[in-house]
């Protein structure tokens, strides 16, 4: 099969189309002809050489994917070939085919397309632990999501309003007119602004009930006096850094507050399983009458993948950035 490779670790230019060796499905897996795959910034992370895959996984990049069933391991039952499934990787999504676990495939949403099924598994899956699994977020809380307009962002924003929450973001100004559209109730430019005083303002003083972080070490003071008694703060990325020069963590105990940190791609099969079914059980209707979307930004055909990847880090992106395999 073809793949996306890597000449070695460094920029976008070191991404190349050239021959793997095609997976075969083993007992409980699929094998998947791969439709559409996305990006996300753990891929820019690995092609660099900064994150790598879990061991067992396949070294190639991409981390979702959707396309069609086209052969079984034994034991499968659930899925026929030809079946439409997307499903979260730990690796091999930039390929013409992957393997998976038939558990952790899902059906697309009705009425999506492989663009939009691709644009769904990572984003949705890592916003909803998020917000679900580990927060627990209630109705009627506000929550506070930095980069709203990132692919996790969009799909935060509307979930926690699907829960009934209310979402308010950061994002650079031009920005906040999708995540306004989305559902969020402030937008706070995050170049120009100070988010914990427009927070302090928006709540009257009380601070939100959860956050959900991606840029560690900058925000961290900021989200501290940004939330309320009892908040909890989920961290998933440190885009700005993991270290602090200073910190004043006295919050921490007058407000009680609870902050915890996750990733998902080394996540045990059986916990992403899990994960994938409550998401389905929450997500799908909502996919179906339309009162979730999946925010797609831009599609290149994967002989692009280098500008597709040049593009994601300019930073300019709002929601999905999706490449169409083969």
Request: hydrophobic share 45%.
């Amino acid at each position: 099969m073809r793949a996306v490779r890597l000449h070695d670790f460094g920029g976008p230019d070191k991404l190349y189309i050239g021959e793997w060796e095609q997976p075969q499905p083993g007992p409980g897996e699929i094998l998947v002809r791969v439709a559409a795959t996305a990006l996300n910034r753990a891929d820019t992370l690995q092609r660099m050489g900064k994150y790598p895959p879990p061991e067992g996984e396949s070294p190639i990049l991409g981390l979702e994917m959707a396309g069609t069933v086209a052969a079984l391991g034994e034991g499968v039952t659930q899925w026929s070939e030809g079946d439409k499934v997307c499903a979260l990787l730990g690796g091999g999504g930039y390929a013409e085919y992957v393997c998976l676990s038939a558990r952790q495939a899902m059906p697309w949403p009705e009425g999506f397309d492989a663009v939009q099924a691709a644009a769904i598994p990572e984003v949705f899956l890592t916003a909803f632990q998020a917000l679900r699994w580990l927060a627990g977020l209630k109705e009627k809380e506000q929550v506070l999501i930095h980069a709203g307009a990132s692919g996790v962002g969009t799909a935060a924003i509307q979930l926690a309003r699907a829960m009934g929450a209310e979402p308010v973001v950061t994002a650079s100004a031009g920005k906040h007119a999708l995540c306004r559209e989305l559902g969020a109730k402030l937008a706070i430019d995050y170049k120009t602004e100070d988010f914990a005083e427009r927070v302090a303002d928006f709540t009257n003083g009380r601070g939100v009930d959860v956050i959900v972080d991606f840029i560690g070490g900058p925000y961290f003071q900021k989200n501290l006096n940004a939330m309320a008694v009892e908040g909890r703060m989920v961290m998933l990325a440190f885009l700005g850094g993991p270290r602090l020069s200073e910190a004043n963590l006295a919050a921490v105990l007058r407000k009680r507050l609870r902050i915890m940190g996750s990733t998902l791609r080394a996540r045990s099969l059986d916990y992403k399983v899990r994960l994938s079914e409550d998401l389905q059980l929450f997500a799908w209707p909502l996919f179906a009458d339309g009162r979730l979307r999946a925010v797609v930004d831009r599609v290149y055909g994967w002989e692009e993948v280098a500008e597709a990847h040049r593009y994601m880090e300019s930073n300019q992106s709002q929601g999905k950035i999706i490449l169409r395999v083969g």
